[in-house]
C-alpha cells in the first residue's frame, strides 16, 4: 500500500530534534511542526526567552557535550513523555582548525552523543513491532565526507578545509546507525542516516563566494542545495511510507558522491 499522505502522518506524534536552533535543524523542526508533530528542540541556547515560540515547538536548553547535562535531558524525557516516535541527531560541534579540543568535541558530537541519545531513550521509543504504521524512527545526520574525502582543490585561501577528523565522524555515525537498526529492530526503533551534501550557511555563502562558485562546479546538479531539501527527506524516512526502510543511508548530495 502507498501512503499517500506520508508527509503529513505526523499530527499528535512527538519528534526530538538535536542542534534545532542551526541552519538544517531550524528547517526540519518547521517541516515536522508543518505536518502536525509536536516537536521538541535541543539546543545549547534558547532562540526565545520562553521555551516554547510561536511555531509551536518546545525549546529546550541543554549542552549535549556535557554527559550530565545529557543525562539529565534523558532523564526529563523520559520523565515527561509518554512516548518518542522520532528522534533526529542532527546536532553538530563546530569542525573549525584542528586542535585536540575540537576533534574531540567533534567526535562525541558525531557518535558519542547519538549513541547515548539513542540509547537512553529506546524505551520511549520503543514500538509494536507487529504494527508496521506505529514504528518508531531514529535519522541520524551523516555527511557525504563520510563517505568520499573532499575535493582540496575547491578551497580558496580564504576557506579551511573540510578537517580530517569530521568525516571520521560521520563515517562512525553511519556505522553506529547499522549498528542500531540490528540492536533495536525488535523493539519497532527504525535506524537511519541522512548524508547531506554541500549546504554552506548564508554567512559562509556570503563570505566566500568564490568558494560557494566553485563547490558549485563540482556539483553534477551544479548548485549548492537549500536546508528544506534535507527537511523532506528527513520527513520520508520517519514517515509510514517508509516502513521497511533501516540500517539504510540516504545521499543528498546534488550527485557529489555518484562520481
Known amino acids: 500500500m502507498i501512503h499517500n499522505n506520508a508527509m503529513n502522518s505526523f499530527s499528535d506524534k512527538n519528534v526530538l530534534v538535536t542542534g534545532g536552533n542551526g541552519w538544517l535543524g531550524g528547517a526540519i523542526c518547521q517541516a515536522f511542526a508543518e505536518a502536525g508533530a509536536n516537536v521538541i528542540s535541543v539546543s545549547r541556547t534558547l532562540p526565545v526567552k520562553s521555551e516554547r515560540n510561536t511555531k509551536g515547538v518546545l525549546y529546550l536548553k541543554s549542552n549535549l557535550l556535557d554527559p550530565e547535562g545529557r543525562d539529565a535531558l534523558i532523564a526529563r524525557l523520559n520523565d515527561e513523555f509518554?512516548?518518542?516516535?522520532?528522534?533526529?541527531?542532527?546536532?553538530?560541534?563546530?569542525?573549525?582548525?584542528?586542535?585536540?579540543?575540537?576533534?574531540?568535541?567533534?567526535?562525541?558530537?558525531?557518535?558519542?552523543?547519538?549513541?547515548?541519545?539513542?540509547?537512553?531513550?529506546?524505551?520511549?521509543?520503543?514500538?509494536?513491532?507487529?504494527?508496521?504504521?506505529?514504528?518508531?524512527?531514529?535519522?541520524?545526520?551523516?555527511?557525504?565526507?563520510?563517505?568520499?574525502?573532499?575535493?582540496?582543490?575547491?578551497?580558496?585561501?580564504?576557506?579551511?578545509?573540510?578537517?580530517?577528523?569530521?568525516?571520521?565522524?560521520?563515517?562512525?555515525?553511519?556505522?553506529?546507525?547499522?549498528?542500531?537498526?540490528?540492536?533495536?529492530?525488535?523493539?519497532?526503533?527504525?535506524?537511519?542516516?541522512?548524508?547531506?551534501?554541500?549546504?554552506?550557511?548564508?554567512?559562509?555563502?556570503?563570505?566566500?563566494?568564490?568558494?560557494?562558485?566553485?563547490?558549485?562546479?563540482?556539483?553534477?546538479?551544479?548548485?549548492i542545495g537549500r536546508p528544506e531539501e534535507i527537511a523532506g527527506p528527513v520527513l520520508f524516512l520517519a514517515s509510514d511510507a517508509a516502513s521497511y526502510i533501516t540500517g539504510a543511508n540516504l545521499n543528498v548530495d546534488g550527485g557529489w558522491t555518484a562520481r
Open 82 to 223: 509518554g512516548c518518542l516516535h522520532v528522534l533526529v541527531n542532527n546536532a553538530y560541534a563546530d569542525s573549525g582548525e584542528q586542535d585536540p579540543q575540537r576533534i574531540a568535541n567533534s567526535l562525541a558530537m558525531n557518535i558519542e552523543v547519538p549513541l547515548s541519545l539513542t540509547e537512553g531513550l529506546a524505551d520511549l521509543l520503543s514500538a509494536d513491532i507487529s504494527k508496521p504504521s506505529e514504528s518508531s524512527c531514529v535519522v541520524n545526520m551523516a555527511s557525504m565526507y563520510g563517505m568520499v574525502s573532499p575535493r582540496f582543490e575547491v578551497y580558496t585561501p580564504t576557506s579551511p578545509e573540510n578537517p580530517a577528523f569530521y568525516g571520521a565522524g560521520k563515517a562512525g555515525l553511519m556505522q553506529l546507525t547499522r549498528y542500531h537498526a540490528c540492536k533495536y529492530a525488535h523493539l519497532g526503533i527504525r535506524v537511519n542516516s541522512v548524508s547531506p551534501g554541500a549546504m554552506p550557511s548564508p554567512l559562509a555563502q556570503e563570505q566566500d563566494p568564490d568558494f560557494i562558485a566553485n563547490l558549485e562546479q563540482n556539483i553534477p546538479i551544479k548548485r
